[in-house]
T-cell receptor
């Protein structure tokens, strides 16, 4: 799976939107873009994924650049419960499981 | 629904001893995974299983073994523990290995090897 690059940390005020960027310049045409988050002392949980088109679900939105070399996870109204480490990973459609790596992610701090 | 359960929650183990970390899922998922997460770092894949009866090596397989006798269980064994295996271990599952499959994670096992 291709490599991703994320900022180490970001801060947001509660009730404000948050845009978490991810660069994946070596993405292949068959790579899905996945986002997971890990709350303190918990296992990661799935947030959203997409291939080419922007995606929305109850947790977040995923905006994918037209060339697919970057993507942005959008939390529309951050809450204190959204404070977590957010991981952007790429998954080949064929499932090359041996190369699954989460990286260090972006630590999101949310303040009142 | 329980999802994925792991046992034990935490363990302190003497170096050289063996230990099996247990993982059970009730979602009838075909694929299962074991990751380790060292302090302040991301998750690294140890071993995975595409379906019952098959296993594969991940990024950091040395010192670990797995088996997949049935769909629900995916135990991870440390034959002779070393201090560098001190970590938090997460088990996960997904319907399949395909890139669009969501992974579900267990709560983790915190292992300290002294």
């Amino acid at each position: 799976d291709a490599k991703t690059t994320q900022p180490n940390s970001m801060e947001s005020n509660e009730e404000e939107p948050v845009h978490l960027p991810c660069n994946h310049s070596t993405i292949s045409g068959t790579d899905y873009i996945h986002w997971y988050r890990q709350l303190p002392s918990q296992g990661p949980e799935y947030v959203i994924h997409g291939l080419t088109s922007n995606v929305n679900n109850r947790m977040a939105s995923l905006a994918i650049a037209e060339d697919r070399k970057s993507s942005t996870l959008i939390l529309h109204r951050a809450t204190l419960r959204d404070a977590a480490v957010y991981y952007c990973i790429l998954r080949d459609v064929a499932g090359t499981a041996s190369k699954l790596t989460f990286g260090t992610g972006t630590r999101l701090q949310v303040t009142l | 629904t329980a999802g994925i359960t792991q046992a034990p929650t935490s363990q302190i183990l003497a170096a050289g001893r063996s230990m099996t970390l247990r993982c059970t899922q009730d979602m009838r998922h075909n694929a299962m995974y074991w990751y380790r997460q060292d302090l302040g770092l991301g998750l690294r894949l140890i071993h995975y299983s595409n379906t019952a009866g098959t296993t594969g090596k991940g990024e950091v397989p040395d010192g670990y073994s797995v088996s997949r006798a049935n769909t629900d269980d995916f135990p991870l064994t440390l034959a002779s523990a070393v201090p560098s295996q001190t970590s938090v271990y997460f088990c996960a599952s997904s319907e399949g290995l395909a890139g669009y499959n969501e992974q579900f994670f267990g709560p983790g096992t915190r292992l300290t090897v002294l």
